[in-house]
């Protein structure tokens, strides 16, 4: 029977994400609103982890998050204050899951949101009048388009909005999706070469 940790492993692949896989996410910018996500996600695997296991089993593997801090704080020469014990056991299974690096999730995430937000409980279809992101591509140039759909009557209108990596242009199209399925709206803008971008972004720029 595979161990708890190795079905961690097959979920994270099977996710697209690979903990040790380099991505093109290197180049995508920081983003406060991305790594909350991240730490989201991480926090749901830890605590998932942490529900599997039986009451011996837990015992036992916070005996092992203690010896680990010890050996952390040995290197750090210090003592510290305790740690709560649940805080503590969370902390030592973020350690030895093995979950993506910020930009490795990053690249997976850009590449299909849906299947981390449908675990963290985020719908992935708007629910709301005011235009939301809902796919995001990198084309070169620092340049990102971002697809975003509104609701009206029943129907979903989107446009494309440009912007750049360092913040210091940002503009958009007008309208130029409509249609009643929003997936089937991504798929069309991710079907869109790059040359296709850049002709939108023209377009758009004063």
């Known amino acids: 029977m595979p161990s708890v940790s190795e079905g961690r492993v097959a979920r994270t692949r099977a996710q697209g994400v690979s903990p040790s896989e380099p991505s093109p996410a290197d180049r995508v910018p920081a983003s406060e609103g991305l790594r909350q996500l991240y730490e989201s996600y991480c926090e749901r695997e830890t ?3 942490l529900s599997l296991m039986p009451r ?5 593997f916070y005996r092992e998050a203690r010896a680990w801090e010890a050996e ?4 750090a020469a210090g003592n510290g204050p305790a740690r709560d014990p649940m805080a503590l056991a969370r902390q030592f299974a973020r350690h030895v899951l093995p979950l993506p690096s910020y930009q490795s999730w990053v690249g997976a995430y850009l590449a299909d949101r849906a299947p981390f937000l449908q675990r963290l409980g985020i719908p992935t279809v708007p629910r ?3 235009p939301v992101v809902v796919a995001v591509r990198a084309f070169g140039d620092g340049w990102y388009a971002s697809l975003c759909l509104s609701e009206r009557e029943r129907r979903w209108t989107g446009f494309i909005e440009f912007h750049r990596s360092d913040a210091t242009q940002r503009c958009r199209t ?4 409509r249609g009643g399925d929003v997936d089937d709206i991504q798929r069309r803008f991710h079907s869109f070469d790059l040359e296709t971008l850049r002709a939108f972004l023209r377009s758009a720029l004063p």
């Open 56 to 60: 011996a089993g837990l015992r036992r």
């Open 47 to 49: 605590r998932e982890l």
């Open 174 to 177: 007008g309208d130029v999706f």
């Open 72 to 75: 952390r704080r040995t290197r």
């Open 128 to 130: 709301r009048a005011e």
